[in-house]
């Protein structure tokens, strides 16, 4: 750990919800997840928390279908000061929904649509998009949507592994363009190389905590 750098030092699975009555009750901040179907938001999860296995990885689009949280400790050491924070990471299911009826689809597509509007803990959402496709229609429509709720946001562009270096940096001005992004707004990330984790780590921190 780099001294003044934030770092996931322990998680943890707490609970999966489809009501806010099932929601922890602790009042710790949250970030929360969001991408479409098999964006490769476990795999993301997992590289962030260096723990493989705590969110499950399916092949299987869509197959997250509860809101679940888990509870991440963090450290960081400036000079001879350790500082300790925790919060929660929270999972949501992807949109696009795959092999699921219309009911279910509306079902869940309602509790998302509640714990985002309605959140007082909820400090920063991470969009996670497939760096290797441009912008697609509901990609821009839930970004739309979390400015409208007044949400943070920070843009995760997924699979970089999957594509050249040059490709990525093409990428990600398409998308700065296409969304309006600042720098600090936008990261590319692979779940593989870990790469960015750091980076990554630091902005959500920044946005949890407001840098203290």
């Known amino acids: 750990m780099t001294n003044g750098n934030w770092d996931i030092i322990h998680s943890r699975y707490i609970t999966s919800a489809v009501h806010a009555s099932q929601y922890p009750s602790t009042g710790l901040a949250e970030v929360a997840f969001i991408g479409r179907s098999n964006v490769g938001k476990s795999s993301l999860i997992n590289s962030l928390c260096h723990r493989n296995g705590l969110a499950r990885v399916s092949g299987t689009p869509g197959k997250t279908q509860t809101i679940n949280f888990y509870e991440l ?104 363009r296409e969304l309006a992004l600042s720098e600090e707004q936008i990261i590319s990330y692979s779940a593989t190389q870990h790469n960015m984790r750091g980076e990554l780590i630091g902005r959500i921190m920044e946005n949890l905590f407001n840098g203290d």
């Open 73 to 176: 400790d963090a450290k960081r050491k400036i000079e001879t000061t350790e500082e300790r924070a925790q919060f929660y990471l929270v999972d949501l299911p992807g949109y696009g929904f795959a092999r699921t009826n219309k009911n279910n689809k509306e079902q869940w597509s309602g509790f998302i649509r509640k714990y985002l509007s309605d959140n007082d803990n909820l400090a920063l959402v991470c969009q996670l998009i497939d760096i290797r496709h441009s912008p697609l229609k509901n990609d821009l429509e839930c970004y739309q949507w979390l400015l409208d709720c007044g949400l943070n946001v920070q843009i995760v562009l997924t699979k970089a592994d999957k594509i050249s270096k040059n490709a990525v940096t093409a990428q990600k001005a398409l998308f700065k």
